[in-house]
């Protein structure tokens, strides 16, 4: 399976552009001409604007795990949908909102449609790396150290209140959320596959909470703003409670998705279709980060590499085999947002990233 830690080589093929290349001969003009043939009837259409895989599959799984999430959760259908499509990207997620909005109950759900080993660490003030990645125990009657693999050893990684560790304990996840490893006393340990960190954190309260690193930030696929229901949804919540309905009972959402299912999907987004017009949208969108007047630090080629993954992903959890500019401006706030810095005096204005995001959409040229 492709380890998509969004590697910055560009000698690669991301878009997997390479199947519409013509063939050799087509483009050599000293290639020895054939007689020339009279049909029968007219040419078949170019087989190009046919749709090259089938996602009924991956769409009947995708809906079998909204619907399960869906026995709990009422509404937050965009949100499920951009976690759906990080799922299929390979990329981790950082959820941010305030308390009591089901945060913490989304990533345990969505981690229990998928048939893989699933493991929780709150972070807390005192916690330590070893606590996290594992450590080295002397074994007397072999007189050497065994390595004991921490709780991130698992496919499904959830963090609760990540902004809540100190630097020291932050700075542990580097590798294990880029590179997939963990290297302990000399020996470099691999992950299990799938591997997905699913983060959560609270903007409001600052008392015992340190701020992310931006090099830490800059790994997560995705940051989604987790926000309060609507007046009809809470009152189908309400109702539910008052009914008996335990939000709690986790064990009615079953699983749909096992390592290899999801191996399978993955393969099928790595294959969809980005047309070079869209690449350099891409491009240009996240360049403007980096000149805009209200940004005091841009995206990285990272952010590219993201926004990228992501669209794919999208597009095929909608049934496309084609990436589309609507795809990419959709995903730009969740793929930015974390990326960028404002600069002092657009804080001390009110601003945020997702206006400026908005702005820099806006501003660049939809490709036709």
Same mark, same amino acid.
């Given at each position: #399976? ?107 759900? %969505? ?16 916690? #330590? ?136 999907? &993955? ?27 209200? %940004? ?8 590219? %590499? ?34 960028? #810095? ?5 804080? #001390? ?18 490709? &036709?």
């Amino acid at each position: #399976m492709e380890n998509n830690n969004l590697d910055t080589t560009f000698g690669a093929d991301p878009a997997g552009l390479s199947g519409n290349v013509p063939a050799l001969d087509a483009l050599n003009p000293a290639a020895p001409a054939s007689p020339p043939e009279t049909p029968s009837k007219p040419a078949a259409p170019e087989a190009a604007f046919a749709p090259r895989t089938d996602f009924a599959r991956l769409t009947a799984q995708t809906d079998a795990i909204r619907a399960e999430i869906g026995k709990i959760i009422v509404g937050q259908t965009d949100l499920l949908e951009l976690l759906l499509t990080a799922v299929l990207a390979d990329g981790h997620v950082l959820l941010e909102g305030v308390p009591g909005v089901a945060k913490t109950l989304m990533a345990k759900l %969505l981690s229990r449609t998928l048939e893989v080993p699933f493991s929780r660490i709150q972070f807390t003030p005192d916690l #330590m790396p070893s606590d996290v990645l594992g450590t080295s125990v002397f074994r007397q009657n072999k007189a050497d150290f065994e390595f004991r693999p921490g709780p991130i050893f698992a496919s499904v990684v959830l963090i609760d209140e990540i902004n809540r560790a100190p630097a020291k304990t932050q700075s542990a996840l580097f590798e294990v959320m880029e590179e997939r490893t963990v290297t302990q006393d000399g020996t470099t340990y691999a992950m299990p596959e799938p591997f997905l960190v699913l983060a959560t954190q609270n903007p409001i309260e600052q008392e015992g909470t340190y701020r992310l690193p931006e090099a830490q930030l800059d790994r997560f696929l995705f940051k989604l703003h987790v926000g309060y229901p609507t007046l009809a949804e809470e009152v189908q919540i309400l109702t539910g409670h008052h009914a008996g309905f335990g939000s709690t009972n986790l064990e009615a959402v079953q699983p749909i998705l096992s390592a290899p299912d999801l191996a399978s999907l &993955r393969q099928q987004v790595r294959q969809q279709r980005v047309e070079a017009n869209i690449l350099e949208y891409i491009a240009k969108l996240v360049g403007q980060t980096r000149a805009h007047k209200s %940004l005091y630090l841009g995206a990285s080629p990272r952010a590219s %590499l993201a926004l990228l993954n992501g669209a794919k992903a999208l597009a095929a959890l909608r049934g496309r085999d084609f990436v589309t500019p609507e795809d990419v401006q959709f995903l730009a706030p969740s793929v930015l947002r974390h990326r960028i #810095m404002l600069t002092p005096e657009r804080e #001390m204005e009110g601003g945020t990233p997702d206006e400026v995001v908005k702005q820099i959409i806006q501003s660049v040229e939809v490709p &036709r």
